[in-house]
């Protein structure tokens, strides 16, 4: 028998137990392309324009920057960036990080993507 989370026994209208098997495939993103930006904001505006599609763009340290996107659809759009997040959920063809309130500090933030 099973462990109860992770198993539920099967049976038959005359309670015979039936034996079941499952499966399961796990995909990971494994992106051949890459990049960080690690800088403060003296060297802002920067630019991250790959010839890959960003998929991922993960901002680990930023203080009031601004991340002016620009998907493969052609739409653009700011997304303020007031510390840590990660964004997924659009193909991103360029990305320009700026400080707009001139308040300084740190901005790390990494990306990965595909063709």
């Known amino acids: ?5 992770f198993a539920t026994d099967v049976r038959t209208a005359e309670n015979t137990m039936v034996e079941t098997v499952v499966s399961n495939t ?18 802002l505006p920067a630019t991250v324009n790959p010839t890959t599609t960003i998929q991922e763009l993960v901002v680990v340290a930023s ?28 193909e991103i063809e360029s990305v320009e990080f700026s400080d707009p ?11 990965a993507g595909d063709n």
């Open 26 to 43: 796990v995909s990971t993103n494994d992106y051949p392309a890459g990049g960080v930006i690690d800088t403060n904001t003296d060297a």
């Open 101 to 111: 309130t001139g308040s300084g500090g740190r901005l790390v933030v990494t990306w």
């Open 63 to 90: 203080n009031k920057h601004v991340a002016t996107i620009t998907t493969t659809g052609g739409d653009t759009f700011d997304v303020p960036l007031l510390g840590a997040g990660a964004f997924d959920s659009w």
């Open 1 to 5: 028998m099973g462990v109860p989370q």
